[in-house]
């Protein structure tokens, strides 16, 4: 049970496009979700979080216009990279959390994004 | 705010060695604690956690961590690795409702 689905697992795209990433909580419905990013060798870094049906809460220093997060159901959230540039590159990981407590969050497996 | 630290970022060790790898956290009234584990190019998966009640919590795979609240640690335990488990292990931690903060993770590296 608790399983989180991301999609696309691999992206490679060209400087100045957009890229929408999905989380789906496949087999329960999540009331929060969170974004993290993770840069190579390094820790993942919460981006945003996201409660279905409001906007999402960004962590200081993420820009919101680049980084669009969307919650619209239970079971989904997406987030959106526009106007990609290289150094969006990096490995995003989405988790959510089941029932009314935050804790314990379930991970999805990662999107691997490349900006040429 | 919470922080988490894992102060090895590499651990070597010998096939069916015991390990320990450490963790502490910052202070806090009332705190979740968590150990994820991730293989390459691939997401977290939980391995155990610490939520209330009993100290010492088991994994399945014969981690175990023990929550020590007088040295703000939880360090994780196995008495005998596998090859299999060479991977990155992050601890978390979060205080309530709030989004898990991780430390910088620490690799596993089993040697034959």
């Known amino acids: 049970g608790a399983v989180v689905s991301q999609h696309p697992s691999r992206v490679i795209c060209k400087s100045g496009t957009s890229v929408k990433i999905e989380c789906r909580s496949l087999?329960?419905?999540?009331?929060?979700m969170f974004w993290y990013r993770q840069f190579p060798k390094k820790s993942l870094m919460l981006m945003a979080t996201?409660?279905?049906?409001?906007?999402?809460?960004?962590e200081q220093g993420v820009e919101k216009d680049k980084f669009l997060i969307n919650h619209a159901s239970l079971t989904l959230s997406t987030l959106t990279v526009t106007s990609a540039h290289p150094e969006d590159s990096s490995f995003y990981i989405c988790?959510?959390?089941?029932?009314?407590?935050?804790?314990?969050?379930?991970f999805g497996d990662g999107t691997r994004l490349s900006i040429l | 705010a919470q922080s988490v630290t894992q102060l090895d970022s590499q651990v070597p060790v010998f096939e069916e060695a015991p390990v320990e790898l450490r963790c502490n956290y910052s202070?806090?009234?009332?705190?979740?604690l968590f150990w994820y584990v991730q293989y390459p190019n691939q997401g977290l998966q939980l391995l155990l956690k610490?939520?209330?009640?009993?100290?010492l919590v088991e994994s399945i795979n014969g981690f175990e961590a023990e929550f020590n609240k007088s040295q703000t640690s939880f360090h994780l335990r196995k008495p005998s690795v596998h090859i299999s488990d060479t991977a990155e292990y992050f601890c978390?931690?979060?205080?309530?409702?709030?989004?898990?903060?991780f430390g910088s993770g620490t690799r596993l590296q089993v040697q034959p």
């Open positions: 996201s409660n279905e049906g409001s906007k999402a809460t960004y």
């Open positions: 202070s806090s009234v009332s705190v979740y």
């Open positions: 087999d329960f419905q999540a009331t929060t």
């Open positions: 610490y939520l209330s009640g009993s100290t």
């Open positions: 988790s959510a959390s089941q029932g009314p407590e935050v804790q314990p969050q379930h």
């Open positions: 978390a931690a979060a205080s309530g409702r709030r989004a898990l903060t």
